[in-house]
């Protein structure tokens, strides 16, 4: 069965740094992943995925994410975080076949003036 | 293209009683999934329908159920309600149903079961 693991439950970054939140998955074969973000009472926009190709992802909102089979590694990247990207942030592993998804369980980052 | 929408956006309930979640896909979607997302478990799959067959259902009591009607709207039913299914109720469309298709979620449905 496939899991993912988020190790960061909480980041704080000052607005304008660089951003990386962590995502490790377990999946046998090629996994389907996907990062999305949740605002504060609403559901979740999906901000990049990953079918196969090339592993580095572009996204919306100025992220990406590099798919590292050899760690078994998702990270989503920005280079410079806005006010507004304060959310929590979710990956998420589907497996072939099915349309359920797995999720972490979310990292909320918090942006500093 | 309106996205997906769902109805009620919050609900208030009584242990015991039982109600209905309403989720309207994106125009041309024809599979629904349904998750759950609380504090302590996070965001947990409950089932997928597709042509208004369920085709996959995650680990849940069966006291929870669902169904999806030929316009690909879908509900969900939860049955003699417990404090512990206080929650938001995701639900989220994709095209075919196909693993790597995209799901697109709605705002959720916020139970309290008091």
């Known amino acids: 069965a496939q899991s993912v693991t988020q190790p960061d439950i909480h980041i704080t970054v000052s607005e304008g740094a660089s951003l990386e939140l962590r995502c490790n998955y377990s999946y046998g074969a090629t996994p389907y992943l996907f990062w999305y973000v949740q605002s504060p009472g609403q559901g979740l926009q999906l901000l990049l995925k990953?079918?196969?190709?090339?592993?580095l992802v572009q996204g919306i909102k100025g992220f990406e994410a590099e798919f590292k089979r050899s760690q078994s590694s998702f990270n989503l990247r920005k280079p410079s975080v806005h006010w507004s990207d304060a959310a929590e942030y979710f990956c998420a592993v589907g497996a072939t076949g099915f349309q359920k998804l797995v999720f972490g369980t979310g990292t909320r980052l918090l942006v500093s003036p | 293209k309106a996205g997906v929408t769902q109805t009620p956006r919050y609900l208030i309930k009584t242990r015991g009683q039982q109600v209905t979640l309403s989720c309207s896909p994106i125009s041309g979607h024809r599979s629904v999934s349904w998750y759950q997302q609380t504090p302590g478990q996070g965001l947990q799959f409950l089932f997928e329908y597709f042509s208004e067959t369920q085709r996959n259902k995650g680990n849940f009591p069966g006291r929870f159920s669902g169904r999806q009607f030929s316009n690909s709207r879908s509900e969900m039913n939860v049955s003699t309600l417990e404090l512990g299914d206080s929650a938001l109720y995701l639900c989220a469309s994709s095209l075919a149903g196909g693993s790597a298709d995209t799901q697109y979620f709605g705002p959720g449905t916020r139970l309290t079961v008091l």
């Open positions: 990953y079918f196969s190709g090339d592993t």
